[in-house]
């Protein structure tokens, strides 16, 4: 028994509106864990340093000079595995009304950040300079709603690495030119 072309294409048109349903209600359910946790899609927070080493399968770089300014460990630990391995700590301020600082490593080399745990700005103003022996950018960004900050960007140990902070850079210079494997705050 054939069935009519108009009961066809009803047909047809119910089945396509029934699967973009279920489609879409599967997209809002695989965001819910993403939205509750504050997090974008693909980042993963981290409880510690070493979860995030053993996540990424490799070790990450800390600074070996810490000044008193800030505490140890780190209060947020985020990585990222696609579309290339990254990681990023934040440093909170050891004193009320200071602000922290966000350290962001590529591990799969020279490539960058990625914006996923890096929230792009607008580029204010840019300067080169060298960081003990090595070349690197510091960058004034402004991200609304919470004014400029500085990104001090440079190369260690073959990986891309970024930090981000308001204020004074003295310190925070000091602490991007001591970053490598050895030695833990």
Do not use: C, N
Not at 17 to 31: G, I, N, Y
Not at 154 to 160: C, H, K, Q, S, T
Request: proline letters at 9%.
């Amino acid at each position: 028994m054939a069935l009519p072309s108009r009961g066809l294409g009803t047909l047809v048109a119910r089945y396509v509106a029934v699967v973009a349903a279920a489609a879409s209600a599967l997209l809002v359910l695989d965001a819910i864990p993403w939205l509750l946790h504050g997090l974008v899609r693909g980042v993963v927070a981290q409880r510690t340093v070493e979860d995030a080493e053993q996540t990424l399968g490799s070790r990450l770089l800390v600074p070996a000079y810490f000044p008193q300014t800030f505490r140890w460990p780190p209060v947020g630990i985020r990585t990222v595995s696609r579309p290339s391995r990254a990681a990023a700590l934040t440093l909170a301020p050891a004193r009320p009304g200071e602000t922290s600082v966000l350290i962001v490593q590529s591990l799969d080399g020279d490539v960058p950040v990625g914006d996923r745990l890096l929230p792009p700005g607008k580029e204010l103003h840019r300067v080169a300079f060298d960081l003990g022996g090595s070349p690197a950018v510091m960058t004034d960004v402004l991200l609304p709603p919470d004014g400029t900050f500085h990104d001090v960007s440079f190369v260690a140990d073959g990986r891309r690495v970024v930090f981000r902070f308001q204020g004074d850079p003295e310190e925070i210079l000091k602490m991007a030119a001591s970053l490598g494997r050895s030695g833990r705050p």
